[in-house]
């Protein structure tokens, strides 16, 4: 059928699915034999796949027997790190970084930073991500690689106070210099690393910086309880009473972590007159053994946003953020001890449109809607292990899989169409990785860029 004079052809028409919808105060929904329509990268329309059936597209997807949903976020990782992948295991916090991964990093170059972003955004891609969150070095290197595959990206240069107020310029240089890159798909933080590797000077600088330039932050604070006691023993202070004093809770702030975050520091976090949200990676805490995780419950109930994410694979082993979904919602119940905490609706609503808001994308990304950005996944639920379909929130948590991921698409884009990626070459980057792997794991040096001493 030609377009209408009045109307050019849709971009991209998907039909025929289920798509999750969000109702105006925020309930999680779905409409059934549905269909999106996509212009300019946008949104444009979610009517029935009946009415859409006359519409005119320059593509169009039949997705029957899928489920769309907003592409997942992955509210914090290191994506290079990919190429460390059960380098360190079965280790305490302190010796993982210490005696391997902080020597190993030692090492980097910017085309390891390279390949292992691109078997990141790759790995990414085929998990449903279409936007991650990224703390790490050479992010130039990593930002030309989103650039490239069509991913988004959050994108802060880490830096720790040992590297001089060089490593601070650097972060501020290259957030500025990014922002709003990849036509829009590349947003900057500044990144200092920690408040146990960063000086309280060294932060209050930070928080002047993105006060100045408009800019958010994100970094690890409180990562876990040692931290908090080390932090109280040594200062009296809470690492997030640390953040209070040095400026950086008036900023727009993405906390890593927060299993440390203890009942004083509720009120804190409270009256913060910045834009706080915190990210959870619960994996990474079960693996480790720390005895407590992000206490998901009391941030909400004083309006922080908890969006989900993976950490680096070096600590979890993966960027499955749909495995994330599914053990918040599972460790949540046993540390509340109460089994309708989390709900699946619930896990999907921090899946979805808190982890839009704690990466600063509340307004454009997080919900299939009119004028929202088009990062959207279709969700195969014909398999078996997705059979049969009573609760279809419990369904896509707790049974379907990221690899039930058959098309991921962002801004209008497909990147990945029936399971077969469009825009990477994985093969290629892991050949060229292995052979760069010896190199890169040689720790005879001694050296480490860091001290993990909290």
């Not at 590797?197 to 060294?202: A, C, E, G, H, M």
């Amino acid at each position: 059928m030609r377009p209408s004079r009045t109307e050019a052809a849709a971009d991209l028409i998907i039909t025929r699915c289920t798509v999750l919808v969000h109702d105006d105060q925020e309930r999680i929904g779905f409409r059934e034999d549905a269909a999106i329509v996509v212009r300019d990268g946008l949104v444009a329309s979610v009517t029935s796949a009946a009415d859409a059936a006359g519409l005119a597209a320059v593509e169009r997807l039949d997705a029957r027997g899928q489920v769309a949903l907003p592409g997942l976020i992955n509210c914090h990782t290191h994506a290079p790190m990919v190429a460390l992948r059960g380098l360190a295991e079965d280790l305490p916090t302190e010796e993982w970084f210490n005696d391997v991964v902080w020597p190993v990093e030692s090492n980097l170059t910017e085309k390891d930073v390279e390949l292992g972003a691109r078997l990141a955004c790759a790995e990414m891609i085929r998990a449903g991500v279409t936007c991650f969150a990224d703390h790490y070095f050479s992010m130039d290197t990593v930002a030309a690689v989103v650039t490239e595959c069509g991913i988004r990206a959050h994108l802060g240069e880490a830096c720790f106070s040992s590297q001089g107020p060089q490593g601070r310029e650097k972060s501020a240089e290259f957030a500025l210099r990014h922002r709003s890159a990849a036509g829009g798909r590349i947003t900057t933080a500044l990144a200092p690393h920690a408040p146990y590797t960063v000086t309280d000077t060294d932060l209050a600088a930070t928080a002047r910086l993105a006060l100045e330039h408009g800019l958010p932050v994100h970094l690890h604070a409180a990562e876990n309880r040692d931290q908090t006691d080390t932090s109280l023993a040594r200062h009296g202070l809470t690492p997030i009473e640390v953040l209070d004093r040095t400026g950086l809770l008036a900023t727009d702030l993405l906390i890593a972590h927060g299993t440390g975050i203890i009942e004083r520091d509720l009120p804190v976090l409270e009256r913060a007159s910045g834009r706080i949200a915190v990210a959870t990676a619960p994996r990474g805490y079960l693996k480790f053994g720390w005895p407590d995780t992000t206490p998901i419950r009391a941030l909400r109930a004083i309006g922080i946003p908890v969006g989900l994410a993976t950490d680096g694979a070096a600590s979890n082993n993966s960027l499955d953020v749909w495995e994330s979904m599914a053990l918040t919602s599972l460790v949540q119940k046993s540390t509340e001890g109460d089994p309708r905490w989390l709900t699946s609706r619930q896990a999907l609503h921090h899946a979805t449109l808190q982890s839009a808001r704690a990466v600063g994308l509340g307004d454009s990304i997080g919900s299939i809607a009119p004028g929202r950005r088009a990062d959207l996944i279709l969700v195969d639920l014909t398999g078996p292990h997705t059979q049969p379909v009573h609760d279809l929130a419990a369904t896509l948590v707790h049974s379907a899989r990221s690899a039930d991921v058959r098309t991921t698409i962002v801004d209008g884009r497909v990147l990945m169409r029936d399971r077969e990626l469009l825009t990477l070459d994985v093969p290629a980057v892991v050949r060229e990785l292995g052979d760069r792997l010896p190199a890169l794991v040689d720790r005879s040096h001694g050296r480490r860029i860091q001290e993990y001493d909290t």
